[in-house]
């Protein structure tokens, strides 16, 4: 069965701390790694990894993956409040028929204090 | 831009009750996705929509049906509601390039609690 662990399940830090949030997987016939930051509502897009050792960055976030060793981090630093979310990791593997199905972690309750 | 619009945002069903949530998108994106999201249990697919008048069933199907009758709607329909059903339900949509890179436009969700 396909399966996504994203750790740790929460994380309280500080303004300005850095943090390192994981993802491995187990899935069939892997396509790619997606990075999905939920504020309290919607998720949204951050980063899809296909490649092993490529770093995707944006601002402060940043994200890596190591097909090897099946799995992913993302790492934000200089932490703000408004890092404060749920992130959400996916792997896209094919579903059959042609098409391809995400298969999401339980995410990681990040908490950044003033 | 409104992106995609779920309605209703909330809403409290006993069991047995029918209820029918609508999934907006003016994106002109082709592909739709309904997924529920539980306490501890992730987002996980209910069922997905490929293009006007195709729907598929995901990973979780069972108690759902869905209407893909035009592009921009996608609904997602609960005939005899249970309090398994209980949760938060999000649409989603993609472009078709959106589908392969895993880049999705989600909803603000739905909150549905079934008594």
């Known amino acids: 069965e396909d399966k996504v662990v994203q750790s740790p399940l929460s994380l309280v830090v500080h303004e300005g701390d850095t943090v390192t949030l994981n993802c491995s997987y187990e899935v069939t016939n892997f396509r790619s790694l997606l990075w999905y930051k939920q504020e309290k509502k919607a998720p949204t897009f951050l980063f899809m990894l296909t490649s092993s050792g490529i770093e995707k960055k944006s601002g402060r976030l940043s994200s890596i993956l190591d097909k090897k060793e099946l799995f992913s981090i993302l790492n934000i630093t200089a932490t703000q409040t408004g890092d404060s979310a749920v992130y959400l990791c996916a792997v896209e593997a094919p579903r059959g028929g042609g098409s391809e199905k995400l298969v999401f972690g339980k995410g990681t309750k990040l908490t950044v204090n003033p | 831009n409104a992106g995609v619009t779920q309605t209703p945002k909330f809403r409290v069903l006993k069991t047995g009750q029918s209820m029918t949530l609508l999934c907006a998108q003016d994106?002109?994106?082709?592909?739709m996705y309904w997924y529920r999201q539980d306490p501890g249990m992730g987002l996980r697919l209910i069922h997905y929509s490929v293009g006007e008048g195709t729907t598929a069933k995901g990973e979780v199907p069972d108690g759902y049906n869905v209407s893909r009758l035009k592009k921009q709607n996608f609904l997602l329909g609960l005939e005899s509601a249970a309090p398994s059903q209980t949760s938060v339900y999000f649409c989603?949509?993609?472009?078709?390039?959106?589908?392969?890179?895993?880049?999705?436009?989600f909803g603000e969700g739905s909150r549905l609690t079934v008594l």
């Open positions: 989603a949509s993609s472009s078709e390039a959106g589908a392969n890179t895993g880049e999705l436009f």
């Open positions: 994106m002109n994106h082709e592909y």
